[in-house]
T-cell receptor, first 108, second 120 residues
Framework: GQQVMQIPQYQHVQEGEDFTTYCNSS?????IQWYKQRPGGHPVFLIQLVKSGEVKKQKRLTFQFGEAKKNSSLHITATQTTDVGTYFCAGTGNQFYFGTGTSLTVIP | EPEVTQTPSHQVTQMGQEVILRCVPISNHLYFYWYRQILGQKVEFLVSFYNNEISEKSEIFDDQFSVERPDGSNFTLKIRSTKLEDSAMYFC?????WGQGGGSYNSPLHFGNGTRLTVT
């Protein structure tokens, strides 16, 4: 079946540092979505990327979709303690396949 | 803002017992999903449901699982004979097919708060 891997699995950063998580799929994706899950919470939709090479920004967050539509990245500039949580990509082929997630800890 | 609601928030059951997890999707959404998340692990797709039938299911969704939309608002997941390894957080989600980009697989998922199932 489809595999969606994310690296790193865990990331600890000092507040103010940047953070990047990478998402890689074994197959070409129709589109990719990113979700954030706060500790003890449920996944919350952040954004969707559809086009090859697409880049979208939400304030300090920058999302990219690879040219081959098999990988994606999420970059957070100048992390804040409110960024703590696990970030999942979800690739859509015939189903929503969630990635393995990257758990971000921000040290004040 | 409309929400997906799930009940109960925590269910404890003995191995071999049947459990029913309940969800009320957002009212104008047409696609419904169940996912599960074992503590600290990734969100695993179980099943999607549209037009009163299963549209996709994963390898996890075997014969012990079933879903139902018994009326116009509820969406349920039944586990017939629970096993220890069924212990997890179960999330219901729904999507609006006419959302961003159109079509079920282009629409954001709206998740409920989850039901934590503990099988003892």
């Amino acid at each position: 079946g489809q595999q969606v891997m994310q690296i790193p699995q865990y990331q600890h950063v000092q507040e103010g540092e940047d953070f990047t998580t990478y998402c890689n799929s074994s197959t070409t994706l129709s589109n990719i979505q990113w979700y954030k899950q706060r500790p003890g919470g449920h996944p919350v939709f952040l954004i969707q990327l559809v086009k090859s090479g697409e880049v979208k920004k939400q304030k300090r967050l920058t999302f990219q979709f690879g040219e081959a539509k098999k990988n994606s990245s999420l970059h957070i500039t100048a992390t804040q303690t409110t960024d703590v949580g696990t970030y999942f990509c979800a690739g859509t082929g015939n189903q929503f396949y969630f990635g393995t997630g990257t758990s971000l800890t921000v040290i004040p | 803002e409309p929400e997906v609601t799930q009940t109960p928030s925590h269910q404890v059951t003995q191995m071999g017992q049947e459990v029913i997890l309940r969800c009320v999707p957002i009212s104008n959404h047409l696609y419904f999903y169940w996912y599960r998340q074992i503590l600290g692990q990734k969100v695993e797709f179980l099943v999607s449901f549209y037009n009163n039938e299963i549209s996709e299911k994963s390898e996890i969704f075997d014969d012990q699982f079933s879903v139902e939309r018994p009326d116009g608002s509820n969406f349920t997941l039944k586990i017939r004979s629970t096993k220890l390894e069924d212990s997890a957080m179960y999330f219901c989600a729904s999507s609006d097919p006419w959302g961003q980009g159109g079509g079920s697989y282009n629409s954001p998922l709206h998740f409920g708060n989850g039901t934590r199932l503990t099988v003892t």
